[in-house]
């Protein structure tokens, strides 16, 4: 049975040791006490209490073994400057909440990080709508092409449609399929 005072639960369903447990651990061994009477005290086996000892003796600390992850570019203030932008102000996009966070730390944040963020909160920045810009030419012949099939619609009342290959309505033997 593993304690939850001395333990943490992972996402992924593995246990993690808090740090006050490894600090009570290197304290008992200083004390003198056995790997397996420390196990028995903190709830975790000898084994567990040998690597943290060891790491204590080769590193001089009890802390975990480096992410494989980039360290996190934003802080929790930041963080908290972000959420606060982007529910103040639903039309702000997460690239003007990049450079505002940009000019205000003057360390760079991309937009994608900003998104990241607001979506660990479960918000979301306004997408910006990209279009193409038309010219007066392209208005120009949109509208004429659209003024040459205007009368398309009373044509297509005369079309059958049909997801067959092949339709005919009259067969050589007389009959008529459909």
């Not at 006050?20 to 056995?34: E, F, M, P, Q, W």
């Not at 972000?82 to 003007?96: E, H, L, Y």
């Not at 607001?118 to 920045?125: N, P, T």
């Not at 509208?143 to 309505?169: K, P, Y």
Request: aromatic share 6%; net charge positive; hydrophobic share 35%.
């Amino acid at each position: 049975m593993i304690s939850l005072v001395y333990c943490t639960k992972l996402r992924k369903g593995g246990w993690v040791i808090r740090n006050a447990v490894r600090g009570k651990i290197v304290a008992y061994r200083d004390y003198g006490l056995s790997f397996r009477k420390i196990g028995s005290r903190v709830g975790r086996n000898q084994t567990t209490v040998m690597r943290i000892c060891d790491r204590w003796m080769q590193e001089g600390t009890t802390d975990r073994r480096g992410r494989s992850h980039l360290p996190q570019c934003t802080t929790s203030r930041e963080d908290k400057q972000i959420v606060c932008m982007a529910v103040t102000d639903n039309s702000v996009t997460s690239r003007a909440i990049a450079q505002y966070i940009e000019s205000v730390t003057h360390h760079s944040v991309s937009a994608r990080t900003v998104r990241r963020r607001l979506q660990q909160r479960g918000l979301s920045a306004r997408r910006p709508l990209l279009g193409l810009p038309l010219t007066q030419n392209h208005r120009r012949l949109s509208r004429q092409w659209c003024d040459e099939r205007w009368m398309w619609g009373a044509e297509l009342n005369e079309v059958v449609f049909t997801d067959e290959s092949h339709i005919g309505l009259q067969h050589h033997n007389g009959q008529i399929r459909v």
